[in-house]
T-cell receptor, first 113, second 113 residues
């Protein structure tokens, strides 16, 4: 199993550009989520999904969209990038909503100029 | 308002000695606590957890202690090894429909050879 994979590893955008961060897992996990990590802030939840077709907002959802058309994939879209979205983004998954431990991908480092 | 706090951004310990990482929380609804370890350019990996019905959980060199009355938990690593040098995140969750994780800001542990 590859676990949780994320692409790209690095990305530089200009303000106003759009892009999609990809996340996939091959563990047949129901629950997937996106976090951002900023210095001194820990990891903060952006959006999450408890299953295909179901998504919900986390702590910091503004400026981001998600969809979950398959169990395996959970892309994160930035419609109009802003410098405040410069961060490291982590995707995570877990077997079910009643499970506490999550598995994380390697992260995408995004810089918005 | 940070509900999970790690007040020490960094900690240095000599190889072979004990490392103690601390975490405080404010939300009395939290009933499950986790520690994650993160190396540079990698995603966090699950290390150890504890339910609020326990006050101690041990896994090899790692022990987590929970003091509910003080809303405090700690991670003990003994003996510390150079490979333990990483950022350690404390996380907490409320047993519920989605079991979101709330993370602390992390502590950089450096184990000196």
């Amino acid at each position: 199993n590859a676990g949780v994979t994320q692409t790209p590893k690095f990305q530089v955008l200009k303000t106003g550009q759009s892009m999609t961060l990809q996340c996939a897992q091959d563990m047949n996990h129901e629950y997937m989520s996106w976090y951002r990590q900023d210095p001194g802030m820990g990891l903060r939840l952006i959006h999450y999904s408890v299953g295909a077709g179901i998504t919900d907002q986390g702590e910091v959802p503004n400026g981001y969209n998600v969809s979950r058309s398959t169990t395996e994939d959970f892309p994160l879209r930035l419609l109009s990038a802003a410098p405040s979205q410069t961060s490291v983004y982590f995707c995570a998954s877990k077997r079910g909503i009643l499970i506490n431990e999550q598995f994380f991908g390697p992260g995408t480092r995004l810089t918005v100029l | 308002d940070q509900q999970v706090k790690q007040n020490s951004p960094s900690l240095s310990v000599q190889e072979g000695r004990i490392s103690i990482l601390n975490c405080d929380y404010t939300n009395s609804m939290f009933d499950y606590f986790l520690w994650y370890k993160k190396y540079p350019a990698e995603g966090p990996t699950f290390l150890i957890s504890i339910s609020s019905i326990k006050d101690k959980n041990e896994d090899g060199r790692f022990t987590v202690f929970l003091n509910k009355s003080a809303k405090h938990l700690s991670l003990h690593i003994v003996p510390s090894q150079p490979g333990d040098s990483a950022v350690y995140f404390c996380a907490a969750t409320v047993s519920g429909s989605a079991r979101q994780l709330t993370f602390g800001s992390g502590t950089q542990l450096t184990v000196l050879p």
